[in-house]
């Protein structure tokens, strides 16, 4: 469920679905940074955005999240920072994995 931002209506809170909507910003992050650099930079533009993320993690655990998406390796300080390093990790090591990863890509943009 989204909720409209109060005073900007090109922004929305997620209401339900955090959790989904992070995941799939974590497995997009990933295939993109496994990407040649002329997809990985277009894409990065398209999807995360270097100065204006499309999806912002807020509360105490923002800049940790940043700092994942920008593969900068950071000590998680909470258990919830853990979490969110060890699926990262985990999801790296899936698409690692993957033959084609711009056909991943296209196959999560297509799916419905």
Do not use: W
């Not at 060890?86 to 419905?112: F, M, N, P, Q, T």
């Amino acid at each position: 469920m989204l909720s409209r931002h109060p005073t900007n209506p090109e922004l929305y809170y997620i209401v339900d679905g955090q959790q989904r909507i992070t995941t799939l910003t974590m497995i997009i992050n990933a295939i993109i940074h496994e990407l040649p650099e002329k997809d990985s930079q277009y894409f990065h533009r398209f999807y995360i955005e270097e100065d204006r993320y499309r999806l912002k993690h807020l509360g105490k655990d923002k800049d940790f999240f940043l700092s994942l998406l920008s593969n900068k390796d950071v000590e998680p300080a909470n258990k919830s920072q853990r979490l969110l390093k060890g699926a990262y990790g985990e999801i790296e090591r899936i698409v690692a994995r993957e033959k084609d990863k711009l056909k991943l890509l296209k196959a999560i943009e297509s799916s419905k």
